[in-house]
């Protein structure tokens, strides 16, 4: 699984996504991300991103030409991928765990892009966007918590990434159920023992 985000914020995203269980399956090559500035796909000198919105109105739009040439370099490097250009919107879908599973087995190749400001150019999203796909009902300010959730959620279902299969299958929402309470094997609380502590507790006279 190939996964990369189109970001402001690439450095900071680069420093939680390649850290624990999902830095240690890339170095072993089972998944890759790849964070990629969005800034570098300007034409002006100054780096330019955002434009005032056409007829007005509070803030500033992310401007389509970077963000589709952004694009267009990202997709000349997976050409023969199942590819999916998918934007973390308050307008998409609502996300579940039926909707990673989905992304996981349909493609090997995910482009999440994150948005910024009041949103981003509605052209880029008509010609270019497969997908909105949406946290819940709030607003952030930017798509990148949303990007790295569907980025985990997503790749900690790839084979080899987590230990056993078990480890997701048994997991809260798998099959529509949460998962049960879980306790140390070890030692007691101190306010209240656990597991065999406990009943040896309740068994003392």
Known sequence: MRIDIMTLFPDTMNAIMHESILGRAAKKGIIEINCVQIRDYTENKQCQVDDYPYGGGWGCVMMAQPLK????????????KRSRVIYMSPQGKPYDQA??????DDYDHLVLVCGH????????????????ISLGDFVLTG?????????????RLVPGVLADEECF???????????????????TSRRRPCGGCALAQEKEP
């Not at 040439?69 to 023969?80: E, H, K």
């Not at 909707?99 to 996981?104: E, F, V």
């Not at 400001?117 to 909105?132: A, K, L, N, S």
């Not at 798509?143 to 790749?155: H, N, Q, R, T």
């Open 69 to 80: 040439s952004c694009l267009d370099d990202i997709m000349s490097t997976a050409r023969g």
């Open 99 to 104: 909707t990673a599973r989905r992304l996981k």
């Open 117 to 132: 400001y009041e949103g981003i150019d509605e052209r880029f999203i008509e010609q270019c966007v497969d997908e909105e």
């Open 143 to 155: 798509g990148e918590l949303a990007a790295m959730a569907v980025a985990d959620s997503v790749c």
């Open 169 to 187: 299958t048994g997991e809260s929402h798998w099959d529509g159920l949460l998962e049960y309470p879980q306790g140390g094997a070890q030692g």
